[in-house]
């Protein structure tokens, strides 16, 4: 089992809506065994997945369903384990093939938590490295269940997706052609690095304060070097002019997507797998799907799924196959980098 994690600095580049499609043809067209586990406090991975009912059911006051913070409550009562008596939505509750664990509003206020546990941690604190490493304790929990689990998180910077990324095996970085997807880029390098360091200068601590401390038992990972790879990055298609009836590019667009790779290989090649070259990692170009959107969302379904009976008419058809061959592509470049040997 690989647990791997969707991020950008970027908002508003696709990216939740390329995850679940990602997972959905994972599933339902390569026979992977999928958990998605929504940690983005705007819930958006959650309400592409599961129609209106489902999220009064969930988000209504006193609700016992299960949500990402059901497992977290012992953290925000000042607790160092998770309460693991939970289960996922089974696949069977939407049409992408995947089990997932719903995100919730709340998380965003797991950040101060998260952030004190982090500078207990440089205090070589056994409590803050336990509360740092949920993510370990929570995946290890399902290893037997799943081939991937994977995480759609928020475009932050701060201690919630560190600590989601910490535990990662792999992320995928969808990008826009934009300045600031560009500038993205370089933030989440910088980040990494300075984090890594940090929590292996924690990990020295830790050692030294605790000798028998019992790293194992706790869930606590004391090996980075062999996480958060980076696998794959894929650029959110523009919108082109009609010009003189040719539809043409954007220059500024055009110019910024040339840059895209060059700045990937600048401040990512770093994070590379083994074995993994800067091409391997270019997943392709994510069209631009026009009313499939909004037809996928109002549906509750991943693009590749969409049918007659949800409204798909005409040339839309065409769109839909089309996009279907580039999740055929991508997925099966994604599973080639992460060690699959795929046909």
């Known amino acids: 089992m690989k647990v791997i994690t969707f991020f950008n600095n970027k908002g508003g580049v696709g990216k ?14 390569l026979e992977k065994k999928i958990l998605v586990i929504d940690a983005d406090p705007q819930s958006n991975t959650t309400q592409m997945m599961l129609d209106e009912v489902s999220w009064e059911r969930i988000y209504s006051d006193g609700s016992t369903e299960t949500t990402l913070l059901s497992y977290l409550d012992p953290v925000f009562l000042g ?26 509003p709340r998380l965003s206020l797991l950040e101060d938590k998260l952030s004190n546990s982090w500078n207990n941690c440089t205090a070589g604190d056994p409590g803050g490295f336990r509360v740092t490493n ?37 992320f995928i970085t969808p990008m826009g052609c934009d300045i600031f997807s560009l500038m993205g880029i370089q933030n989440i390098s910088e980040w990494i690095n300075s984090w890594e360091t940090i929590y292996k200068s924690a990990l020295n601590v830790l050692r030294e304060k605790h000798p028998s401390f019992d790293y194992q038992k706790y869930q606590v990972n004391i090996d980075i070097s062999d996480n958060y790879y980076f696998i794959g990055y894929s650029v959110q298609q523009y919108i082109t002019k009609v010009i003189d009836g040719e539809r043409r590019g954007i220059a500024s667009y055009d110019r910024i997507k040339q840059e895209i790779p060059g700045k990937i290989s600048k401040y990512l090649s770093g994070f590379l797998p083994n074995e993994t070259s800067m091409e391997d990692c270019e997943l392709g170009d994510i069209p631009h799907l026009w009313s499939l959107i909004p037809l996928a969302q ?17 040339n839309q058809y065409k769109i839909m196959r089309d996009y279907a061959a580039v999740m ?4 099966k470049q994604i599973l080639k980098n992460l060690g699959e040997d795929v046909v």
């Open 16 to 29: 939740t809506t390329l995850t679940v499609n990602i997972a959905s043809y994972m599933a339902l067209m």
């Open 79 to 104: 607790d160092s384990t998770l309460d693991l008596n939970h289960e996922p939505f089974p696949n069977t509750d939407n049409r992408f093939g995947v089990d997932l664990i719903p995100g919730h």
């Open 134 to 170: 949920w993510v370990k304790s929570l995946t290890n929990h399902f290893k037997d269940d799943y081939d991937y689990i994977i995480f759609d998180i928020g475009p932050s910077l701060g201690a919630l997706n560190r600590s989601i990324l910490l535990n990662s095996d792999a």
């Open 298 to 314: 109002s549906s509750n379904s991943p693009i590749h799924q969409l049918k007659k009976s949800d409204g798909l008419v005409g």
């Open 328 to 331: 055929d592509s991508v997925c």
